[in-house]
């Protein structure tokens, strides 16, 4: 099993800036990549970014790429996500997810095998 908390979000003016936490325990030698969804009041559950547990290779969604930055720290079990030019729309509850085969579809999140909580994220125009 693996266990995820998320932390670092909260409210902010739009333009600013929040960097999100990831922090894994348990079994995270099994982790094979994680991603960050999000998903606002009444839509679906939304990809913003996934990075490689063991690696460096990252991919975004076309609303964040540019403005969010996903790096990870071995050492520590997290992975991050700053997110800078925050807009009104980038208001959501923010998930952090781990996925153990390395070979799914990291855009979907029905490829993650495990969760967290999530932390809200409001963007305030």
């Known amino acids: 099993q693996v266990q995820l908390v998320e932390s670092g979000g909260g409210l902010v003016q739009a333009g600013g800036s929040l960097r999100l936490s990831c922090a894994a325990s348990?079994?995270?030698?099994?982790?094979?990549?994680v991603g960050w969804f999000r998903q606002a009041p009444g839509k679906e559950r939304e990809f913003v970014a996934a990075?490689?547990?063991?690696?460096?290779?990252?991919v975004y969604a076309d609303s964040v790429k540019g403005r969010f930055t996903i790096s990870r720290d071995n050492a520590n079990n997290a992975v991050y996500l700053q997110m800078n030019s925050l807009k009104p729309e980038d208001t959501a509850v923010y998930h952090c997810?781990?996925?153990?085969?390395?070979?799914?579809?990291?855009?979907?999140?029905?490829?993650?095998?495990?969760w967290g909580q999530g932390t809200q994220v409001t963007v305030s125009s």
């Open positions: 997810a781990a996925e153990v085969s390395g070979f799914r579809n990291l855009y979907l999140s029905s490829s993650y095998n495990y």
């Open positions: 990075i490689v547990w063991s690696g460096s290779s990252s």
């Open positions: 348990g079994r995270t030698f099994n982790i094979a990549r």
